[in-house]
């Protein structure tokens, strides 16, 4: 190409690339403030997805040899029934224990301040107070956090109404017709792009369901990991450790080890110091076998991001909606990294060929 106006080849192809980049953060920018003014809708919507992935496969199983209909309401009785048992156990260890728990906790902390006063780093009262002002608040702003995001997500009792609506009437349709939505959603696209937003919309679902189905698998392996080599340790409250590790395995890489930190406070209390290091080492095992066996396996390609690059999804998350953001932030990076590659030409199981249709005219 001719460089007759002085201007470099490389500065024109980095600024191409650059203004690309800026119109893409620009339209992901007005689909962010739209999402924004209909939150609540948007948000029962992803649940619904959400949902829709767990029961689908079980409404496939039951449609097999019965009604299509009859089969959805099975399949969501059953998944319903699971969510409930789980919530039971989980709630019904934390209410049993919980009052021991936090005892213990606070006798672990007790443990642990007295050490960092007495021990190597001889700190003084004021510099500890300081630290432990620090935790506290870090924790309320958590516990704030999650209430707050629960609650303020939805708003009024008009918008959790019309939430809740959304939400119901989504899961029957997306269970009932997920091909006609999809369709009647192609049918608005350009002739040219249908079929790639088409591979595109499939690479993001894969990836969600995928992640959805998987992580609740994770979680129960992590929580029954941890409870078995809690009682091989005989580290009291096991089954209410475990249901904090279960909840806290649905914030990947890093929700099961913090949860599990908990589990050697209370060990430091109740056992000793030799046991909360056990409990660490128990820990790093679970977590290694989590990274390295059990995602890879139960997961596959669904989410397929380096652990540093779930931690900035998560830290963004959170930054944005708390924690609501922190437990969907991987499969939404998980589903743009998936379309991502496919655009770019960089998937090799769905190669990227572009193309354009010819453009028909009706002649009257």
Known sequence: MSQSDGIPEGLKSTA??????LIILAGLAVVGYVFNQIFAVVFALFFAMLVTAWTQPVMNLFHKFLPKVVAMILALLVIISAIALILFVVVSSSISEGPKLVTSVTTGFDDIKHWLQTGPLQLSDS???????????????????????????????????????????????????????WNWILGWMPKKAANHIDTGGHIAWDSISGYTRGIVIVALCDATLVFIGLT????????????????????????????????????????????????????????????????????????????????????????????????????IAGALYGVLKYVTNRDPDRPYQSYVEPITTDSK
């Open 16 to 21: 191409g690339v650059i203004w690309r980049i």
């Open 127 to 181: 510099s500890l107070n300081h630290l432990l002002d620090q935790a506290k608040t870090a924790s309320g702003n958590v516990a704030k956090g999650f209430l707050g995001d629960a609650l303020g997500a939805l708003g009024s009792i008009g918008t959790i109404v019309i939430g809740g609506s959304v939400f119901i009437f989504g899961v029957i349709f997306f269970l009932m017709t997920p091909n006609t939505i």
């Open 232 to 331: 091989i340790l005989r580290v009291p409250l096991a089954p209410a450790l475990a249901a904090v590790v279960f909840i806290g395995a649905f914030i990947p890489v890093i929700g099961a080890p913090v949860a599990t930190f908990f589990a050697a406070i209370v060990a430091l209390a109740e056992r000793g110091p030799i046991i909360a290091l056990l409990v660490i080492v128990l820990t790093i095992i679970v977590g290694s076998f989590d990274g390295d066996v059990l995602q890879p396996l139960v997961m596959g390609k669904a989410v397929n991001l380096h652990p540093l690059a779930i931690i900035i999804a998560i830290a963004a998350g959170s930054l944005t909606l708390g924690i609501v953001g922190a437990l969907i932030a991987v499969p």
